[in-house]
C-alpha cells in the first residue's frame, strides 16, 4: 500500500497562485508515475498533469501554460505549482500514483474566487 499526503490547497484570488505537494514517504518515486487529478462539484474527475517515471510529463489543455508539475526524487515528493489560477480552477485536488496498480491521496481542496 502506498500512502499519498497531499498539502498545500486553500483558497485564493484569481490571478494567484498555489503550490501543491504530495508526500509518498518511504517510496521510491523513480519507480511511479505520478500526478494530479481534480474534481469540481458536480463534475468527473479529470486529469490535470502527469510525470511518468522517466520524467516526462502531460498536462490538460485547460492548464497548459499555467501549471507546472515536478518531481523531486530526494523528497518522495510530487509538487504542482499553479499560476494565474481561475474559478474553473476550483476543485478537489487528488495526488496520483501508478505503479502496477494506482492509489490516490485523501484530496485537498482548491477555492479560486473571482
Known amino acids: 500500500q502506498v500512502q499519498l499526503v497531499e498539502s498545500g490547497g486553500g483558497l485564493v484570488q484569481a490571478g494567484g497562485s498555489l503550490r501543491l505537494s504530495c508526500a509518498a514517504p518511504?517510496?521510491?518515486?523513480?519507480?511511479?508515475?505520478m500526478g494530479w487529478y481534480r474534481q469540481a462539484t458536480g463534475k468527473q474527475r479529470e486529469l490535470v498533469a502527469q510525470i511518468t517515471r522517466s520524467g516526462g510529463t502531460n498536462y490538460a489543455d485547460s492548464v497548459k501554460g499555467r501549471f507546472t508539475i515536478s518531481k523531486d526524487i530526494a523528497r518522495s515528493s510530487v509538487a504542482l505549482q499553479m499560476s494565474r489560477l481561475q474559478p474553473e480552477d476550483t476543485a478537489v485536488y487528488y495526488c496520483?500514483?501508478?505503479?502496477?496498480?494506482?492509489?490516490w491521496g485523501q484530496g485537498t481542496q482548491v477555492t479560486v474566487s473571482s
Open positions: 518511504g517510496r521510491s518515486l523513480d519507480l511511479y508515475d
Open positions: 496520483w500514483a501508478r505503479a502496477l496498480r494506482q492509489y
